[in-house]
């Protein structure tokens, strides 16, 4: 007896870069595609894979790409880690191993017919961003669509071309604010949940889905709760260490849910209980 | 008892009967695994006969206490679980998952193709064969499958003993796990060394285990064999010195900001025995091995423990800075979260995690302290 490849789910697969973008000082995107040859890598928005790094390691990284779009997997990724920073020095032409999609989504098909109120911050726009563009795709099937994105500093802000666009059309409203002011930056400054209280959207059907460091995430859920968002239409997605993202290694626990496969996209109620213990 | 039919799928064999079946097992491929003495512990190691399982050994376990003493009868179960565990076959410390090079052009990744063992575990106990059922829902039973745990899992053959002396730690009886063993096993064995004759009852408990025992030399089991099994199993069950308080779970769940979990994190090292010993903490992390030119790496995969620092490290810092939020993940996951990740709980009764902690922190206590003190504050 011995074991077939198919079945084992820790086994990547290699995937070859085909382009890279810069972002950010830090941050960048990469587009991935199989190397037996393009294949439509099929995800829902909020889901990750584990890019693998050889000799180096793995990482769990949400996709940030268009889930209607036959094109290359795309992550945006930041380097904050051995990992990613060997991410960050590869080029097209490198290849990466990939095991994914993993997780659980944003539920954009019961937000349909309801307003979308999307609270990012920092990177996390980046699991956001398969959310903006299905529902650009589809955009008759939502009400108000709203777009409230925080960074730390102007040059922090990611993603920032599609902002303009996006802010320009009339059918979204997008609003940004940076923590801290430099150079010509004449937008709001101030801490994301504060673009809560003023959006405009209807706080009794609307549904909010908010990803960004978690202190991030614990006000925005209290700005949402104080505009009238209901516990049960707020979506979180949580970061816990991942080392297999299949539930064997146990790091991802959050109570009695493993972030990796019953998250990372949480329906705010179902961790209400366990979000405000400390250091879970 | 006696007024019943004595049942057709129990025998009743001697030592040379077992004798006969580790050979018949070893005679089918099997790698077989057993009792074994090693140092001043009782652990487990291959076995091929009878005379390779320690006799007359019995242990003394106490929160942080373990010691080996020998007993005249030369019984050869009189003891209970030792620091090993069954998970050591079917989920190693250190496995290599896959390994990878560098090709032209990119990557290439090779599967482990490995043959799977095919053990026989010998000398199963109530709470580790419980323990077996809980990793098969996590390892084999749930969304995804661990191929290597699944493949050796289902080529097992179990030959279970149903225990007649607890230990000085054990508290299975109250988690439902023994002393007697639940279901799983292809064979199970309760031991009689009697005055004149050193007898096992033999129990079958799959269609393996029937073939397996058709084979060997048995007698029929008697009556009064079969009721002195039944009388040492209850007074086992009676004499266990511990047990869990039933609400823990919810007990647990209401507690994670007690105040109690500073106290015990004064006490614990951090040493993470009690998970290595523990016959169900599945954590593990990955590492890559590579080899000095740097063209091929190894992927492994290492047993990891909720009670290092590294654990909860994510960019920015570590979730779980303190050793009270250290032990309180550990507990609160074994007794309580299980039950909502795996409907069943994540402990056994086996009672390893008290005798091997270096400062004999009880589990079984500290759920009491935080009922107690939950309850006055």
């Avoid at chain 1, 693998?52 to 996709?63: H, N, Q, R």
């Avoid at chain 2, 099997?30 to 005379?51: E, F, K, M």
């Avoid at chain 2, 169900?280 to 590579?290: H, L, M, N």
Wanted: charged fraction near 25%; proline fraction near 5%; charge should be negative.
């Amino acid at each position: 007896m011995s074991l077939t490849a198919a079945a084992d789910p820790m086994l990547p697969e290699p995937f070859g870069i085909l382009r890279k973008r810069r972002e950010l000082s830090d941050t960048f995107t990469l587009e991935l595609e199989p190397l037996g040859g393009h294949r439509k890598f099929a995800f829902r928005p909020g889901q990750f894979n584990m890019l693998y790094v050889f000799g180096v390691g793995e990482i769990p990284i949400s996709i940030s790409g268009d889930p209607d779009d036959d094109g290359p997997l795309v992550h945006t990724i930041r380097a904050v880690g051995t990992v990613s920073d060997a991410l960050r020095t590869m080029e097209p032409g490198g290849a990466v191993g990939v095991r994914g999609p993993f997780g659980s989504a944003w539920p954009v098909e019961s937000a349909e017919g309801r307003d979308v109120v999307l609270v990012t911050g920092g990177v996390g726009l980046a699991p956001m961003r398969p959310v903006i563009y299905h529902v650009l795709t589809n955009r008759q099937r939502y009400g108000k669509v709203v777009i409230l994105y925080g960074a730390r500093t102007p040059e922090d802000v990611l993603f920032r071309k599609q902002l303009e666009q996006w802010r320009s059309r009339f059918d979204l409203f997008v609003d940004v604010s940076v923590d801290r002011a430099t150079g010509r930056w004449r937008g709001r400054v101030g801490v994301v949940t504060k673009l809560i209280e003023r959006a405009g959207f209807d706080p009794h059907d609307a549904v909010a889905f908010v990803c960004g460091p978690e202190v991030m995430m614990r006000f925005s859920v209290q700005a949402l709760n104080e505009r009238g968002v209901a516990d049960e239409r707020i979506y979180l997605s949580m970061e816990r260490n991942m080392k297999c993202a299949v539930g064997f290694c146990g790091h991802c626990q959050f109570g009695g849910q493993f972030v990796c496969k019953d998250g990372p996209v949480f329906r705010f109620d179902a961790i209400r209980d366990i979000f405000s213990v400390w250091e879970v | 008892m006696s007024e019943r039919a004595v049942p057709t799928n129990i025998r009743m064999i001697d030592r040379d009967g077992l004798d006969a079946l580790i050979r018949d097992l070893v005679g089918q491929g099997r790698r077989v695994i057993g009792p074994a003495l090693r140092d001043g512990a009782l652990v487990t190691g291959p076995v091929a006969s009878v005379d390779d399982l320690p006799a007359g050994v019995i242990d003394h376990q106490e929160a942080g206490g373990y010691h080996l003493d020998t007993h005249g009868n030369g019984a050869l179960f009189h003891n209970v679980v030792g620091p090993h565990t069954w998970k050591r076959y079917l989920y190693p410390p250190v496995r290599t998952l896959w390994s990878a090079r560098r090709a032209a052009g990119g990557l290439e990744v090779m599967a482990d193709d490995a043959p799977v063992p095919r053990y026989a575990f010998l000398g199963v106990r109530g709470c580790d064969l419980a323990a077996l059922r809980v990793l098969d829902r996590v390892l084999r039973d749930d969304a995804f499958a661990d191929p290597y745990y699944s493949a050796s899992r289902d080529a097992l053959f179990v030959v279970a003993v149903n225990c007649t002396r607890p230990g000085g730690t054990c508290f299975c009886a109250s988690m439902g796990c023994g002393p007697r063993v639940g279901e799983g096993f292809d064979l199970a064995l309760t031991e009689l060394p009697c005055e004149d004759r050193h007898v096992f009852l033999v129990e079958a408990g799959s269609e393996a285990g029937t073939a397996l025992l058709a084979g060997l030399p048995s007698e029929p089991a008697d009556r009064a064999a079969l009721a002195a099994a039944e009388a040492r199993l209850a007074e086992a069950a009676e004499s266990m010195g511990r047990e869990m308080i039933p609400d823990v779970a919810q007990v647990l769940r209401d507690g994670l900001n007690s105040p109690h979990w500073a106290t015990v994190a004064e006490r614990c090292l951090g040493c993470a025995n009690c998970t290595l010993v523990c016959p169900t903490c599945f954590c593990s992390t990955v590492e890559d091995v590579t080899d000095l030119s740097g063209a091929e790496a190894r992927r492994e995969r290492r047993w990891d423990s909720c009670f290092t620092l590294d654990f909860s490290y994510i960019h920015g810092g570590h979730i779980r800075r303190g050793g009270d939020a250290r032990y309180r993940q550990w507990i609160t996951h074994k007794l309580a979260h299980w039950h909502d990740q795996f409907g069943t709980s994540g402990c056994t009764g086996c009672g390893r995690c008290i005798t091997w902690c270096p400062v004999g922190i009880d589990i079984t206590e500290e759920a009491k302290a935080i009922k107690n003190r939950e309850g006055r504050a």
